[in-house]
């Protein structure tokens, strides 16, 4: 059984995504009018992908602090110490100043927000799977576009053109290989937080 993050980003946040997807079938016509719909929902569907990828790794990384505050306080009056009290200490702790409340799911912010989990999420992710760093790379193409579209603001820098390599333009193709590349992540993300929360606890999370 997979964790509910992952449950819901296979189901509610797919379903959402699926609509959008749809979309394009739905614009008729051949001319430039079609043209400039389809690329709006292209600049639409990237940014609700990057937002609901976000909101799949907060939930996971909710869900890996419940499940930690939850082996403390379950610990019970055997203890000599308030572990309801301890418990809700290390939860706040767990996910106070996190990173993906307030930006994106980028490469940067997954790896500082999980390693308070003492877990080097890319590091356990790529010895799941070697596609890891390709992955990584995509993602942050993600975001970068996402950041464009939202601050409609194409004028990227040096770096950016870099990790893009392409910017002739964001079709339907690309926005579903980012959705793919999304789906991989979610998937490896919750085996890597499995394994590594079981070390902790002592147990399977999910």
Known sequence: MPSIALQEWQGTRSVELDELDAAHGAVGGTGPGRRYATRQLNHAYAVVLAAQFQGFCRDLHSESADMVAGAIGSLGPAVMVNS?????L?????TKSRQLDRGNANPG???ADFESFDLEIWEDAGQLDARTARRSRRLEQLNIWRNAIAHQDFDFSRHQLEVLGDVSGLDLRRVRAFRSCCDQLAGTFDRVLARHLESIVGARPW
């Open 84 to 88: 309801s009290a301890v418990a809700d």
């Open 90 to 94: 290390v939860s706040t702790a767990l």
């Open 109 to 111: 912010s997954l790896g």
